[in-house]
């Protein structure tokens, strides 16, 4: 692989959240720029949910070209932004930062990372879709979901969050306990950290609620195979990794802050050897 060079004219981005130290963003965003050589180069910084104020007044002062966003700020850093895209508006969750002259813009790519890993093996439209989880991902989950001509149920643990998000987008909402009700939809989203490393043997739904007529995607990249996705495929499902929704989100967020094709091969080998 190239080496990068970094020099006094290198354009900073970061990946912030809390926690961060796991996140490949780092590795594939410089993997990309040292592939291209671009005069781009991107660090990981741990900001508390109480330190986001002024982290982006930071990004201002140091002149920090751009943002990845992850957990738990995805929400939260609406009100701090001078202008939100429109898409990234209407999901109500932003995960790309670009500063412009002084001002900060919010995007969202992250519902680029659901529907385009779906509609490479389905098509959408008049399809069912459970999502599991009421949070960010959620959100961008069910934007793509309405976007591709599906039906949207919302299944969270309190269910009184699922309602308030299934309102926003005018679809429906269950409690997560509602395993049957989970079962009768065809395409399963987990967008909880149910399976995340440090909760590995954890999954969102017991054993058995997923059947072989299911489409069940992980948007966790780490660790490759949570105990969900382990559970579909000792029935047959078909499964879509989070490592597909990674790739396709950082792919898109490469192009906004660089506004350079990005390298998806390189950016790939990555993630597989991550």
């Known amino acids: 692989m190239m080496s990068q060079s970094i020099t006094g004219k290198s354009s900073l981005c970061l990946i912030i959240g809390d926690p961060v130290s796991h996140s490949l963003s780092p590795a594939m965003h410089n993997a990309a720029y040292a592939a291209l050589n671009l005069p781009f180069v991107m660090a990981a910084a741990r900001v508390e949910a109480s330190s986001l104020r002024e982290a982006l007044h930071g990004m201002r002062a140091l002149n920090i070209r751009g943002l990845a966003v992850t957990m738990p700020h995805k929400v939260a850093i609406l009100e701090f932004l001078d202008s939100v895209d429109q898409t990234a508006q209407t999901i109500g969750a932003v995960n790309t930062v670009i500063l412009t002259d002084g001002k900060l813009t919010g995007y969202n790519t992250d519902w680029l990372g659901i529907l385009r890993p779906l509609e490479r093996i389905t098509s959408l439209a008049q399809k069912k ?5 009421a949070g960010g991902a959620a959100k961008a989950a069910i934007y793509a979901a309405l976007r591709g001509g599906a039906s949207v149920t919302v299944f969270n643990r309190t269910l009184s969050t699922a309602e308030d998000l299934a309102s926003t987008f005018a679809c429906s909402a269950r409690s997560l306990e509602d395993t049957d009700d989970v079962a009768r939809n065809e395409i ?4 909880t950290s149910l399976g995340m490393i ?7 739904l017991p054993q058995g609620t997923v059947q072989p007529h299911h489409i069940v995607f992980e948007t966790i990249y780490s660790p490759a195979s949570t105990t ?29 802050h660089t506004g350079v094709k990005a390298p998806r091969e390189v950016m790939s080998q990555i993630i597989s050897a991550s």
């Open 188 to 191: 399963i989203i987990n967008t």
């Open 228 to 256: 969900l996705l382990k559970d579909a495929q000792l029935v047959g499902s078909k499964i879509i990794r989070g490592s597909e929704m990674f790739l396709e989100q950082g792919a898109a967020q490469f192009e906004l």
């Open 198 to 204: 440090g909760n590995e043997s954890t999954s969102p």
């Open 129 to 133: 879709v459970a999502i599991l989880g």
